[in-house]
């Protein structure tokens, strides 16, 4: 399994945006990119996926470059609501095992 | 959106004894999972099941732990005899088809052993 490196903690402001990079120099052929919100005393909440170049959806983007080495969650115009513990994952599909890193703590700020 | 529920929120036990910790996973999915938290600590995964079977486990799930899906609806977490270093928040997820798919998360059930 690749494993994944992320910023301990980042803060920011209300209304900016937020980038959180994650390496996984490992990141095999087969493995997919997935990123997860978590926040206190709650479960893990899915926010996106990729496999390649950039996937949108409502509440984010993420950029994976072509060697596909790192990747990027980018929030747009955070709010209080999105501090959290934000965790960058890499796994093949056809495993059952989807490990966590010690994730990103997110600080928003008004 | 469907929900992962969790029960009971909060299970306190004294050493030694056995948990039955219940979730309810999303109805059409066949993949289940249990995580559990340290306070202030990763995300840590304990095991996976599919078709009526442990697919894949970690270190943490010793013989200590098993689950079973009695039913079709319900999927637990047993430990045998509890340590007080199982005292931790634990999570169950399920999903549509495996890792690969998104992973819904229930609640978490917080266990604290005394």
């Known amino acids: 399994l690749a494993k994944t490196t992320q910023p301990i903690s980042m803060d920011s402001y209300e209304g900016q945006e937020v980038n959180i990079t994650c390496s996984h120099n490992?990141?095999?052929?087969?493995?997919?990119i997935t990123w997860y919100q978590q926040f206190p005393s709650q479960g893990p909440r899915f926010i996106i996926q990729?496999?390649?170049t950039k996937v949108t959806n409502e509440v984010a983007s993420l950029f994976i470059p072509a060697d596909r080495k790192s990747s990027t969650l980018s929030l747009p115009r955070v709010s209080l609501s999105d501090t959290a513990v934000y965790y960058c994952?890499?796994?093949?599909?056809?495993?059952?095992?989807?490990?966590f890193g010690t994730g990103t703590r997110l600080q928003v700020f008004p | 959106e469907p929900e992962v529920t969790q029960t009971p929120s909060h299970q306190v036990t004294q050493m030694g004894q056995e948990v039955i910790l219940r979730c309810v996973p999303i109805?059409?999915?066949?993949?289940f999972y249990w995580y559990r938290q340290i306070l202030g600590q990763k995300v840590e995964f304990l095991v996976s099941?599919?078709?009526?079977?442990?697919?894949?486990k970690s270190e943490i799930f010793d013989d200590q732990f098993s689950v079973e899906r009695p039913d079709g609806s319900n999927f637990t977490l047993k430990i045998r005899s509890t340590k007080l270093e199982d005292s931790a928040m634990y999570f169950c997820?399920?999903?549509?088809?495996?890792?690969?798919?998104?992973?819904?998360f229930g609640s978490g059930t917080q266990l604290s052993v005394l």
């Open positions: 997820a399920s999903s549509e088809g495996g890792t690969g798919e998104k992973l819904f």
């Open positions: 490992n990141i095999a052929t087969n493995d997919y």
């Open positions: 990729g496999y390649k």
């Open positions: 994952l890499v796994g093949a599909p056809n495993t059952d095992k989807l490990i």
């Open positions: 109805s059409n999915h066949l993949y």
């Open positions: 099941f599919y078709n009526n079977e442990i697919s894949e």
